[in-house]
């Protein structure tokens, strides 16, 4: 009696990123691994410090403080609008990017992730990345001396492949984004500088 014919396996869903994002995924992995030995409570350190939680409320926090305390001409600090402006145009972007390529976080990403960052199941492009770079690009554009928060914007994005949250293309993709963002707002508090008058420009 003839075996019953099976049926041929499904083909391999297509993703936003195809081919690229498994090697991209291939890397990453490699990198995960050759880097256990780095402290892990220093690359914590490094997550919480890029956490949007943080980088959000106090940046608002201090401009209705500015805004309170402005004198009679209404002007506030071009610096956190801007800063704000663009955390919330990050915080909307990666939004939607997030949920137009859906991919998954790594397999090997550990549950140690807070609840409220837990939620977000997707992986590209990295939050953390985008809104470091934001913010070191926005910051190093407005005050002198400010270089160095490259520095921990780059080991920020680093720390999200080495603890497994997210694949290298993931964070370069967020670099990037976080690096444009700072721009246009650059290129707009200009605009609006040399146009208005509610800002101390």
Known sequence: MA??????????????????????????IRLHALFLPVPRLLLKALEIAGDGRIWLPVPISLLLLSASKANSSGAVSPLLVGLVAGLVLDLILVSLAKVVVRRPRPDYNPADMDVAV???????????????????AFLAGGLQHCEALFLWAAATSASRVLLGRHYVLDVVAGACLGVFE????????????AHNGFLVC
Do not use: E, Q, Y
């Not at 700072?182 to 500088?193: G, H, K, T």
């Open 182 to 193: 700072a721009w246009l707002i650059n290129v707009s508090l200009r605009f609006i500088c």
């Open 118 to 136: 837990a939620v977000d199941h997707w992986s590209f492009p990295s939050g953390h990345a985008s809104r470091a770079f934001l913010v070191a």
């Open 3 to 28: 075996p019953a014919p099976t049926s041929p396996p499904a083909p391999a869903k297509r993703t936003v990123l195809g081919g690229v994002g498994g090697l991209d995924a291939a890397v990453s």
